[in-house]
């Protein structure tokens, strides 16, 4: 780290439980975002403020005025922009510090594999359930760490699936995919402002402490809140060994 690094991220450096050596790790982390929405604009804010490396950012929605009640990466000059070329453009000026990737295409499952093999970490920031249950199981794949948000309305959850450990749960075990899609998405429904931006800050600080490795995280947990009564609840889950992705051959 050159000087103004150790300034910009001193308040870390200063965490015993982070120090030189923490934030170190951090500038060295390449993560993954998927979804640069209501989880997903304060996710990778946190990220790029807290100086992780590099952020790859993938969204291949248009910004529309009624985004920005919510999304607070995107900007009223940004509507009509692709998300993930918004949102690069906000972080850049952030923090200049971080190399943002952003794909404004829908990936393929075969782009989203090569892309998942590359990062350390994903972020799932979308709000339907085909992409959840495709970056569960291709994190699963690849053993890498995925770190689940969701909301809509006034509740909110969220939970850290570490795919290096061979006994962990994954998304299906908790939600299995019954082939019904019965997602609620913000699009049609209504969702409270704030809410989208604590469950993605929750998301970012559950990044930042599986990449330095401190804490604990929110493994084989799920985190439950309800914003109306600004409580939460931790549901524990364990393996389902009837799941159908951690049966699946090759994540044996
Ligand atoms: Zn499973």
Redesign the pocket.
């Known amino acids: 780290m050159d000087d103004k690094q150790l300034l910009r991220y001193s308040r870390h450096i200063l965490l015993p439980q982070i120090s030189y050596e923490g934030q170190e790790k951090l500038i060295q982390s390449h993560v993954l975002i998927v979804g640069t929405g209501g989880l997903g604009s304060p996710a990778a804010m946190y990220l790029a403020a807290a100086g992780v490396g590099k952020l790859t950012i993938n969204d291949f929605d248009e910004v529309e005025l009624t985004n920005l009640q919510r999304q607070i990466i995107h900007e009223t000059g940004s509507i009509g922009f692709n998300k993930a070329i918004s949102a690069r453009k906000a972080l850049e000026k952030l923090n200049p510090e971080v190399k943002i990737e952003a794909i404004e295409n829908r990936l393929s499952i075969t782009d989203l594999d090569k892309t998942i093999s590359d990062v350390d970490i994903v972020l799932d920031c979308s709000d339907n359930f085909e992409t959840r249950y495709n970056i569960n199981r291709l994190c699963k794949k690849n053993k890498k760490p995925l770190v689940s948000g969701a909301a809509i309305s006034f509740e909110g959850q969220v939970c850290v699936f570490d795919f290096r450990k061979l006994d962990s ?2 998304y ?2 908790l939600f299995p995919d019954d082939g019904s899609e019965n997602s609620m998405r913000c699009a049609d429904n209504g969702v409270f402002s704030p809410l989208v931006g604590i469950i993605g800050a929750t998301q970012a600080a559950e990044a930042l402490k599986v990449l330095m490795g401190i804490g604990e995280a929110l493994t084989g947990k799920l985190m439950l809140l309800d914003a109306l009564t600004m409580e939460w609840r931790s549901i524990k889950f364990a ?2 060994y009837g ?1 159908k ?2 049966n699946r051959p090759y994540d044996k």
Request: net charge neutral; aromatic share 0%; glycine share 0%.
């Open positions: 749960p994954c299906a075990c393996k389902d799941c992705v951690c």
